[in-house]
């Protein structure tokens, strides 16, 4: 579990984040949406230590990740798996080495097992004869299929997304998020996904939280979303003529 | 002047980061390998053909400034070797060099933090400025002195060929003259100001990419700064050392 208290970020003299708090439990695939600029992926960035909060505190289980020193953070990283936004593959490396990458910086394996490993992942995302491809080489799709696999295959704890579908068609998108669902169900994994894909919500939001300009507005399931109340976050939702029908017709 | 003092600061917090433990050995061991390829290996064509001109254009410039009698011949021979020898295939060479490897290491590490690829590295758990640069700057301290060597060889050898091909000199004077009052130190020196110019081309062209904040603009900013900073650096350093090994 991940525990956010009250955390608050600063750049210079501009608030970022104000005092959000959020709890993710494992085996559950928590979504954090806003608008875009809204603070989402400085709260996910504070959440994996890539940048250090100004206020709060961050638990990972019974340790508070965010007093921790670089070395003591650096063991609970290894726990962690992150899927970025334009996927960070390494260019100067083939498919399979990008993700045997944390199979060799981090276990003892031999070649083979790393491989078996690796073949096991690559597979998993529905990636084969692709192994000595290079990032330059993949479809939007593949690089982020690859960076999942790269994410999972040292069987993280934590798993983190985001946007994971930006500029993804939908049907590709549809195939992440499934992904994304079906690998936190098999590892048991707390996974935090960064969005503002309203198919994501709809399809794996199973507990929501609305940030907009650096605070949290509004934290629920997918369901409740169609009913809520919160003007901001219906703004946000049903921001096109399709949603707001749906939102009529739910409300009727 | 603040901003200065920022940017000394965080390079020795990056190099203290830098030469911290190693996660495994075994990686960083590959890592140094694939850049003793890339920094070195690479890099040995455009020394050759840098250091092959340079020393046939000493050779006749000194040859055209030498052409009072009272002057032996053998001296053109002399004043290549001691020219190579002291400045041209150190200093010279590491200019280029800081040209062609500094750009390329300040683009390879600022495209890769613009792309997120760093934030990857760390969030594995991986010391990323480690994994990075250390390789460079080992590979770049080995490999750069054996490239002054070449490029002692292949000057020299320039300047051979200029001067006999010319009729400026015979080849019978200029071998006497590069074997006239040789003092080996000279060599020493030349290596021992290579080390320290190799160090400054893969640490400040590494710290430039390092801190990329922004897009492909700002990449090639860095890799402008990581060429101008690193030679400017190396002719002060040019400075210091022939102060402090020849006086």
């Known amino acids: 579990m991940i525990r956010a208290e009250n955390i608050s970020k600063t750049f210079g003299d501009r608030e970022v984040l104000h005092k959000v708090s959020a709890v993710f439990e494992p ?67 083939t498919v399979e080495e990008n993700v045997r990458f944390p199979l060799d910086m981090f276990t003892s394996f031999s070649y083979e097992e790393k491989l078996e490993r690796v073949n096991f992942c690559l597979e998993r995302v529905n990636i084969v004869n692709s192994n000595k491809l290079f990032p330059a080489e993949l479809s939007g799709g593949m690089k982020k299929r690859v960076a999942i696999a790269r994410a999972i295959v040292l069987k993280p704890r934590y798993l983190f997304c985001d946007e994971p579908n930006s500029g993804l068609d939908p049907k590709t998108s549809i195939v992440i998020d499934e ?4 690998i936190t169900d098999e590892l048991n994994m707390t996974t935090i996904v960064n969005t503002h894909d309203m198919n994501s919500v709809m399809e794996i939001g199973e507990n929501i939280i609305f940030i907009e300009e650096g605070e949290k507005c509004w934290e629920g399931g997918k369901n409740e979303i169609l009913k809520s109340d919160c003007t901001i976050l219906n703004d946000f939702v049903f921001a096109n003529a399709l949603a707001k029908q749906l939102k009529q017709s739910a409300g009727t | 002047m603040l901003k200065f003092l920022s940017s000394f600061g965080r390079y020795w917090l990056l190099l203290a980061k830098v030469f911290s433990k190693p996660e495994k050995h075994e990686v960083y061991y590959k890592q140094t390998t694939k850049e003793l390829i890339s920094l070195g290996l690479r890099s040995i064509g455009i020394t050759i053909i840098i250091s092959f001109f340079m020393g046939a254009v000493i050779t006749l410039q000194t040859a055209y400034n030498t052409e ?42 600022g495209t890769m933090k ?76 030349g290596l021992i100001k290579t080390v320290f110019f190799a160090f400054i081309i893969a640490s ?25 900073y690193s030679s400017v650096m190396i002719l002060l350093f040019n400075v210091i050392l022939t102060q402090l090994l020849l006086s």
């Open chain 1, 179 to 182: 992904l994304i669902k079906e």
């Open chain 2, 68 to 109: 009072n009698p009272i002057y032996p011949t053998y001296l053109i021979g002399l004043g290549c070797r001691d020219s190579i020898l002291l400045e041209f295939s150190s200093t010279i060479v590491a200019l280029i060099l800081a040209g062609k490897v500094g750009s390329s290491i300040a683009s390879e590490i």
């Open chain 1, 27 to 93: 085996g559950k695939t928590n979504l954090i949406i806003g608008k875009s600029g809204s603070g989402k992926t400085v709260f996910l960035k504070c959440l994996v230590g890539l940048l250090d909060i100004n206020e709060g505190e961050i638990w990972y289980g019974d340790t508070l990740f965010s007093k921790l020193d670089f070395s003591a953070k650096k063991e609970i990283r290894k726990e962690m798996g992150m899927l970025f936004q334009g996927s960070a593959l390494f260019d100067s490396m």
């Open chain 2, 114 to 189: 613009v792309t997120e690829q760093i934030d990857a590295l760390e969030l594995m758990g991986v010391n990323s400025a480690s994994y990075l640069i250390l390789p460079k700057i080992i590979a770049s301290l080995v490999f750069n002195p054996f490239l002054t060597l070449i490029s002692i060889i292949v000057g020299i050898c320039g300047g051979w060929l200029a001067g006999t091909a010319t009729g400026v000199i015979s080849s019978q004077d200029f071998i006497y003259g590069i074997q006239y009052a040789f003092i080996p130190y000279y060599i020493v020196y």
């Open chain 2, 204 to 228: 400040v062209s590494s710290f430039q990419g390092y801190y990329v904040e922004g897009g492909s603009l700002e990449v090639g900013r860095a890799s402008t700064k990581a060429v101008v």
